[in-house]
């Protein structure tokens, strides 16, 4: 076997010596182009100026550093008109001009910082013997072209959180092909961060050491009165609708078994399940209008028909059910996006998987990420728009070259 094919050289390069210098696979060879086109007006030259040795890496063999001598040729353009009168010789695709590195080392870099980020890329890096740094990957990732968007026709957009109550962004995606587009940064004014915000400055300076999530979290067990300004929609409806449940004395499943048993299918319920889910809807009146609710409104989700919601808006107020009603409220807000939810065919699914990859592409960057580069590791993302494994391996290849 030719050592040329060992190391996957390109035709036209003979290895003229193999050496091991300072720990370093050193791989001499010489170019036997007998001519080679120029790169302004691509006609053939074959008259030599002069001769010079290219360094650059290449990717590690059995762990070991590898580094390429390759002497290349200049040669003359005798074009007339061409304004390059010498240029020297092309060895691609093993390697770009002017690079230092070979083609296939610059795309392993690429992909191992898109999968790690810089810091964790560096570290695995060094173990596999590629001698780079976390910068140079951050660069590598930062070279990455970004496609233009196509028409999209149905669009989804989600929010996500840089840091908690501060800084915020949002994300793109085309809701057919569930692609990720793009991620742009938002800038929002909650009432209860300025208030946190406010009263973390206010006991700091009375000595308060501890972080702002534990202010926020001592802020939610306040009653609602407290804080008339600040709304306490976030507490979940069905939450409470079992806790005034709860106090029956002949049921022994919590709060969380409850809420889990209005919103599964009574098909899928074990027996003991259905007994326990009687044992709820016979607890009070109340208790059996909440569930007849829960399910017609299940059923809006699960079949699509939006048009039921104003009839079952109406028969929640009919109720006097304490529990709905700031649900309720937050319905009325947003009613258009809640008829398009239970209408359209379309699902949320897609985009909070999404933001579950950038979350985790943000923490393992600690959280120090620039949109621009969470941005690209989202969209170069291995599963961002495909669903098989054979298709994210050919997508993440093909985007990369």
Same mark, same amino acid.
């Given at each position: 076997?030719?050592?040329?094919?060992?190391?996957?050289?390109?035709?036209?390069?003979?290895?003229?010596?193999?050496?091991?210098?300072?720990?370093?696979?050193?791989?001499?060879?010489?170019?036997?182009?007998?001519?080679?086109?120029?790169?302004?007006?691509?006609?053939?030259?074959?008259?030599?100026?002069?001769?010079?040795?290219?360094?650059?890496?290449?990717? +590690? *063999? /059995?762990?070991?550093?590898? %580094? !390429?001598?390759?002497? &290349?040729?200049?040669?003359?353009?005798?074009?007339? #008109?061409?304004?390059?009168?010498?240029?020297?010789?092309?060895?691609?695709?093993?390697?770009? +001009? *002017? /690079?230092?590195?070979?083609? %296939? !080392?610059?795309?392993? &870099?690429?992909?191992?910082?898109?999968?790690?980020? #810089?810091?964790?890329?560096?570290?695995?890096?060094?173990?596999?013997?590629?001698?780079?740094?976390?910068?140079?990957?951050?660069?590598?990732?930062?070279?990455?072209?970004?496609?233009?968007?196509?028409?999209?026709?149905?669009?989804?957009?989600?929010?996500?959180?840089?840091?908690?109550?501060?800084?915020?962004?949002?994300?793109?995606?085309?809701?057919?092909?569930?692609?990720?587009?793009?991620?742009?940064?938002?800038?929002?004014?909650?009432?209860?961060?300025?208030?946190?915000?406010?009263?973390?400055?206010?006991?700091?300076?009375?000595?308060?050491?501890?972080?702002?999530?534990?202010?926020?979290?001592?802020?939610?067990?306040?009653?609602?009165?407290?804080?008339?300004?600040?709304?306490?929609?976030?507490?979940?409806?069905?939450?409470?609708?079992?806790?005034?449940?709860?106090?029956?004395?002949?049921?022994?499943?919590?709060?969380?078994?409850?809420?889990?048993?209005?919103?599964?299918?009574?098909?899928?319920?074990?027996?003991?399940?259905?007994?326990?889910?009687?044992?709820?809807?016979?607890?009070?009146?109340?208790?059996?209008?909440?569930?007849?609710?829960?399910?017609?409104?299940?059923?809006?989700?699960?079949?699509?028909?939006?048009?039921?919601?104003?009839?079952?808006?109406?028969?929640?107020?009919?109720?006097?059910?304490?529990?709905?009603?700031?649900?309720?409220?937050?319905?009325?807000?947003?009613?258009?996006?809640?008829?398009?939810?239970?209408?359209?065919?379309?699902?949320?699914?897609?985009?909070?998987?999404?933001?579950?990859?950038?979350?985790?592409?943000?923490?393992?960057?600690?959280?120090?990420?620039?949109?621009?580069?969470?941005?690209?590791?989202?969209?170069?993302?291995?599963?961002?728009?495909?669903?098989?494994?054979?298709?994210?391996?050919?997508?993440?290849?093909?985007?990369?070259?």
């Amino acid at each position: 076997m030719k050592v040329e094919l060992l190391f996957s050289l390109v035709e036209g390069l003979e290895v003229t010596n193999i050496e091991v210098i300072d720990g370093v696979l050193t791989i001499s060879a010489v170019s036997t182009q007998q001519s080679a086109c120029c790169p302004l007006c691509s006609s053939l030259a074959t008259r030599v100026h002069g001769h010079y040795t290219r360094t650059f890496g290449d990717l +590690p *063999c /059995a762990g070991q550093p590898v %580094r !390429l001598l390759v002497q &290349v040729r200049k040669f003359f353009c005798d074009v007339t #008109g061409c304004e390059r009168k010498i240029f020297t010789e092309r060895i691609a695709p093993l390697v770009k +001009p *002017c /690079a230092r590195v070979t083609t %296939r !080392l610059s795309e392993s &870099v690429q992909t191992i910082g898109l999968a790690t980020g #810089g810091m964790l890329g560096a570290r695995l890096t060094d173990r596999l013997g590629i001698q780079t740094c976390w910068m140079t990957i951050l660069r590598r990732i930062m070279a990455l072209p970004t496609a233009p968007a196509e028409q999209i026709v149905e669009l989804g957009i989600d929010d996500f959180s840089f840091r908690r109550g501060r800084k915020f962004g949002s994300i793109l995606v085309d809701m057919q092909s569930h692609n990720v587009i793009d991620l742009l940064p938002v800038k929002r004014d909650f009432a209860k961060s300025l208030l946190t915000a406010k009263l973390e400055r206010e006991v700091r300076a009375k000595g308060y050491k501890g972080s702002q999530r534990g202010v926020y979290r001592y802020l939610a067990t306040l009653e609602p009165s407290a804080f008339p300004n600040v709304s306490r929609a976030s507490v979940s409806t069905s939450r409470q609708a079992a806790s005034s449940m709860s106090s029956n004395p002949p049921l022994t499943i919590s709060v969380q078994q409850a809420t889990w048993l209005f919103f599964r299918k009574q098909a899928d319920l074990k027996e003991a399940e259905q007994e326990n889910l009687r044992l709820v809807r016979q607890a009070s009146p109340k208790a059996e209008a909440a569930y007849q609710l829960v399910e017609k409104f299940l059923q809006m989700v699960r079949e699509h028909t939006g048009e039921q919601l104003d009839a079952w808006l109406k028969e929640v107020e009919a109720s006097h059910i304490e529990a709905f009603k700031s649900f309720v409220t937050g319905v009325q807000q947003d009613k258009d996006a809640v008829l398009a939810a239970l209408t359209l065919p379309w699902s949320t699914g897609p985009l909070e998987g999404h933001v579950n990859r950038l979350k985790l592409s943000k923490r393992s960057m600690y959280g120090r990420a620039k949109i621009d580069l969470l941005g690209l590791r989202v969209l170069y993302h291995p599963e961002a728009s495909m669903t098989s494994k054979g298709e994210q391996a050919s997508a993440a290849a093909s985007r990369v070259k």
